[in-house]
């Protein structure tokens, strides 16, 4: 490349520059300067087949000289004169000169074929002619020929002769299979000197691979730069070239060598050698690779490497260290070449000219770009002596040695030049560029968070005027290392004109750029993609893997980070953030003999036990999907990925390889849609917008499922060195954390497993680092003295009632159980209903076992989202909701749910079910089912939720505290609530059980009864007049023991009964005698209760309520059963598949009239109430006269629940004689 | 009912003698196993003729208790036997019959068979039902003469009021005998009067019945002083009583009276 003046533009090399942008290497040995050599071959075209003929077309055009005619000129080819070509005219002067020439004049195809077979063999072919009539056609059978050239010199005897006619050859084809190409660049930073030992190319053949000459060229033939002289030997199977000379920093000795495929070619890979040896620089062998297809060229990459390497040309493997370079070459598929004698007249077809390049660097390669000088764009962009631009030497930060195709004047080229280190656009962190004949060639780069935070390198838009072949760059691990200073800057790397001096800038420091990974289990992956000008964007690219060494040394990475933790509140059991802070030392970053930190792969914080997720956080809080996290760009605004209602966090990252520091969120993943597939999950996004730098990392978060003890995992963290990381948790009323329950010192404990282990997923004990930091609890809630320590006090609340308290009306009734922070945490509640609040039952359907079941089932990742979209339970069961507030602090979560009517449960013969979708912000905790049994006295009718038979209430739901505090209850089933005709204050009672001390053990549980007042209203409006019917239904007659039949009749609207009492009149006399037995109250609650265990001799009779709130009559047997009065009760024991009711009455006497006086009787609406006692053998009650004699009236003494007194006498009804005189005859006795 | 059956109305005045010098003694009591029965039994007059049966009145007063103050067990069966100078003399006494005294208060008792009365007391009783707390009862006892199945019987009929209007009755079985001193027997099964769950605590009760039979005057109950010759005092067994209560051993015991020879 001599011309000083290039306006070419090269896109290709610039791939391999890319690949600058953050890389390493070794802390190296200062040492000398050296060359070294770096060899890529190749064939144009890239695909070799079977060889074709050489064809030249040559026309020749009369000439004149002094007025007569004359055409000659000297045939020349590959530097040889081999005759003379030329047409007669009358006065000989084409004889004459080529006479002049030495030769006889050849006007014939035969003549000229003569002249042409000493240096094409006896194979070639001339037809046409003679000249100036026809054109020639030269054919050299399946061999590359040089092109066919004419020289016309002054004729000496003919002073002002210039010519003799014209002479025109065309290479219609190159002839051959193509031309292998080799071109050995000096890469080192010293001139290689082959002056004392001849340096020499040998390029051993691949059998199958005949070469038919050969030629090369040093330098790019700059001035001075010696010639370089090939042979071609043992029978085309081996090249020799051979140069005595210098050869600068980045400059190369580029080899041809036309060659045929021989034999009958088969598509293979053939291999040979090629072998650089001599001067003072390293021998250096490479295999050579060649293709044989029959296949066009495609466009793709012929040849692709990329070396991290020390001084000389070692691999630099050292973790942590400073490279001295890192040398990327690549070649990209060749078309086939036209040849020239000259080069600037040669052309190449190229498949296609590249456009887009991506280098991806290996993971832990980077770059500290901070501290180096950079050639602004106003300099890089200025043209300056020599087709260079105006970059100051010290921005200088590698070289490149540049392979292209420029038609005209240029041809092919490939010249040393310059990489400079350019101020980086906004969104970039770092660039690079260089120039080529004036063409900017611009090197950006990018951190890819999706892939380990490779440094990817890219050209856009390369340009296609000059045809870019390929390249050889050089990134400098340290680009103030002094041995630079011999290929720093374009006076000393570029080889054409006068560029300037070389000379090492004044001042310039010598901080180290590249640092090596700092992980020894991986090799280094480089790799290129290119994507060609010719196909719609993104349809093709081409792409090659380079695998580097892994490294070594990972013991001598030092590793110490330093952590600190604490909460953003200490005082005992409340809400809080989290502060934590991370701080990597990383002194040996930029020293460029030391080694670097190592960075951590994994992180494991460990909150302490009793640190827990706050559930308040979830109200409002929604998922981060994986579908938002890839939207998060480095310029994306807050919200466009991740929602910012995700956000629980804050987070700061300073690295030392940039001046400006990475903030950004903690987002909560979208649970069991993330990368672990967990519940809890973080997404850690940060951002440094102006240097495109996006840093997305996922974090595991496990809860005990026993403790709620938090552990959060960050793996596969970047090996990109940072010096602080600062993330704060989210403090306030809805901040993330819970501070223990009690004061003291607690330790966060942090253990960090390095990129330097020796297998970083599987660490040893002793490889992970451990770290601990300690915060202090000092306070209790809200301020308070420090818990005890002894079993939290718990004074929890209860507000219940019914929403419109109007006697005997339907209304919703409402309870809401509530505690304080720092309190016990409920674990179960018994509900007292004050009496006369009862749920209208009829018409409602139960949720069946298997229903309930499947809402338990509902534990998986979508448990809770199932039963809202598809409750279990059927709707006619759903008699209300609930809203439970979980959390602590002063903002809670609220989660709504649904309560239903379920059967028998641990005894009882009803049950509510509360189903909970516990899907609480973005977290789906499945579906919470807690049932409890519901009772009803079955002497009052008063009902409760049994706490003994109820499911405790979840404590802890994988892993998360739930921390119950607003337990609330809204029984709105239209018409089902009742409330009483009884206008007393009463209450609602419950006892509620706190947890004690610990939670886990029923233990120490605590159990505490509260109570809210109730009253309905307006109970003196009601009305009271109940109807009593009796009759004596047997014998009449004196002695005789006739059965007893009590109807009662209520009307509606009316108040409830509260008390009963019937005097039977005084002809009934007790037969003491049937007296068979006497229920116990032991044998009563036996069993099933109500009865079930009584002996048949005490059953007396039988009894039915029925009741609007049953679709189902109450009845049973009436009992005679012991008491605690003087008598026993009679027991009328009424059941229903949903309640049983124990009708008490207590039996004494009026004037020795048999009295039955039912008490307590619940405060429910019955509109029929019958019973019936036995009569005969079985009879209580025996006639002492004639009941058909006289008038008998009970007297009966009605109460309403109101108060209200109803008393009468009816009278006692009996068959007195037989048919229609029997119906007369009934008596109405006294 | 007018005297047909003679029974032997020295036997009885024997025993009845026997009790009457028991009014200068203490009762006779038993004590054993917890259980204390106390029996007082007393003759009037006091005198008696040696060799003839004359008209007595018979008090007789019964308490069964325990030593703990408990409810005493319960009295299932009574046997009574009497003296041999004791005699029962139904005949002359209209008898009655169960139905008409039976259900029934004392009024209703006496309208019905009033000429059948030959005794009348009170009567306690406890009754004791599972697991309630006992209560006590009380009420008017009068004692009939009757006949069940052509025998002679003692209907003793009891009302009580307390705590309901309840009427029930206790029959007495009589029958001869010839066991030694003793030579007739009544026997009643309480429980069956009394139904399952009454204990009789304590019955007071005094028997005497003087009628007209045929222009004579006669006494339902009649003794003679069984005091050998020439001695003018005496004493004798008046009555050997058998109490069989539930889940226990009988128990017996003898009431020793003592009388005078009237001349």
Redesign the interface.
Known sequence: MRTSKRSAALGGLISAAALLCCLLAFPLAASAASPWWQVVTGARPTNLWEPEDNLQEIDVEAGKFEGAAATAAKIVLGGKTLGCLGAEGAEEWSKKICSFYGFPLSETAAELEGALEPALGPEVEVSGGPATVEPFEVRVPETSAPKIGFVQEKFDPAPDFTAAGKFTTKVLAEGGSGRISIIATNIGDATMDSGKKTLTIVDQLPAGIEATGAEAIAGGNAPGVGPVSCEVKALGSLVSCTFKGQLAPFNSIEVEIPVKVTGEPSPQILSGEVVVSGGNAQPKAVEQSLRVSPDPTPFGIEYFSSRVEEEGGELATRAGGHPFQLTTALQFNSGRMKPSVDRNQRAVEQPAQPRNFRFPLPAGLTGVVASLPTCSLADFGREAKETTNSCPDEAAIGAASVSFFLAGAIGFARPAVPVFNLPPAVGEPARFGFTIANVPIVIDTEVDPDREYQVIATVRNASQVPEALGATLAIWGVPGDPRHDNSRGWGCVYNIGEPGTCQRPPGLGEDAFLRLPVSCTTPMSFGVEVEPWNVPFATQIAKAPFAGPAMSGCNQVSFAPEVTAAPTSRLAGSPSGLDFGLAMPNNGLLQKDAISEGQAKRVEVALPVGMTVNPSQAEGLVGCSSTDLARERFDSAPGEGCPEASKVGELKIQTPLLKEEARGSLYVATPFANPFGSLIALYMVAKIPERGVLIKQAGLVKADPSTGQLTTIFDNLPQIPFSTVKLNLRSGARSSLVTPPACGSYEVVARFTPWSAKDPNNPTQAEIVPRTSSFAIERGVGGGACPSGATPPFHPGLFAGTVNNAAKSYSPFNLRLTRNDGEQEFTNFSIKLPPGVIGKLAGIATCTEAQIAAATARTGPSGAQEEINNPSCPANSLVGRTLVGSGVGASLTYVPGTLYMAGPYHGAKLSVVAITPAKVGPFDLGTVVVRQALKVDPETAEVFVDATGSDPLPHIIQGIEVHLRDIRVYVDRPEFVLNPTNCDRTSTASTVLGSGLDFASAADNEPVTVTSPFQAADCSSLGFAPKLSLQLLGGTK??ATPRLKAVLTARKGDANIGKAQVTLP?S??????H????????QFNSGAGNGEGCPKGSIYGKAKAITPLLDEPLQGNVY?R???????DLVAALHSSKADINLVGRI??L????RNTFEGVPDAPVTKFILEMQGGQKGLI???TDICRGKHKAIAAFTGQNGKLHEFKPAVKARCGGGKKAKRGRARVR | MRGRGHLKPKLLVAGLATLVIATSAAATVFQGGGLRITVLGQIQPFKLPRDHLAPVAVFISGHIATVHRSVPPQLQRMVIKVNRHGRLRPQGIPSCTIKQIQPGDTARALANCGDAIVGSGRFWATVVLPEQRPYPTRGRLLVFNGKRNGSPVLFAHIFTSQPFNSSFVITFRIRKIHEGFFATQLTADLPQALGSWGFVDRIKLTLRRKFTDHGRERSYFNASCPAPPGARLTVFPLARGSFYFADRPPITMDVVKGCAVKK
Do not use: K, Y
Not at chain 1, 1068 to 1073: G, I, N, P, R
Not at chain 1, 1075 to 1082: D, E, H
């Open positions: 004196r002695g005084h009934a006399f007790l037969e003491q005698s007296i068979r037995t006497v229920c116990t109250r032991v005679l012991s008491s605690n009065h003087e008598l026993p004494d006497s004037n020795g009239r048999i025996v006639n002492s």
